[in-house]
């Protein structure tokens, strides 16, 4: 069973950084990994996915401001987002999916998912 943690959300000002932080466990390294984010109101959206044989996906929202990185000492996976701006405000997720049609998916329903992490950004 795939197992997602997510921690480090906050508040924080516009222009600030958080780097939120995902454990992981019950996946293969063939799993696609992603950072989904929902604000109230609004569908989940995908920010960053990590296609283990491809380049990863951003969102065009948040290219250039957001970044996957992982661990490999132990395991764990990161969001880093700097030049963070009051839109970004919402819950934010970490996900694990098999890779579909030699690709990772975009839509969340493919996923498993974890417990979310507030990421609350004041102008």
């Known amino acids: 069973q795939v197992q997602l943690v997510a921690s480090g959300g906050g508040s924080v000002q516009a222009g600030g950084s958080l780097r939120l932080s995902c454990s992981a466990s019950g996946h293969t390294p063939q799993y696609c990994i992603a950072w989904f984010r929902q604000a109230p109101g609004k569908e989940r959206e995908g920010v960053a996915i990590r296609d283990p044989y491809r380049s990863t996906y951003y969102a065009d929202s948040v290219k250039g401001r957001f970044f996957y990185s992982k661990d490999n000492t132990n395991g764990t996976m990161y969001l880093r987002m700097i030049s963070l701006k009051p839109e970004d405000t919402a819950m934010y997720y970490c996900?694990?999916?098999?890779?579909?049609?030699?690709?990772?998916?975009?839509?969340?329903?493919?996923?498993?998912w974890g417990q979310g992490t507030q990421v609350t950004v004041s102008s």
């Open positions: 996900a694990a999916s098999p890779r579909y049609n030699d690709t990772c998916p975009l839509s969340p329903s493919h996923y498993y």
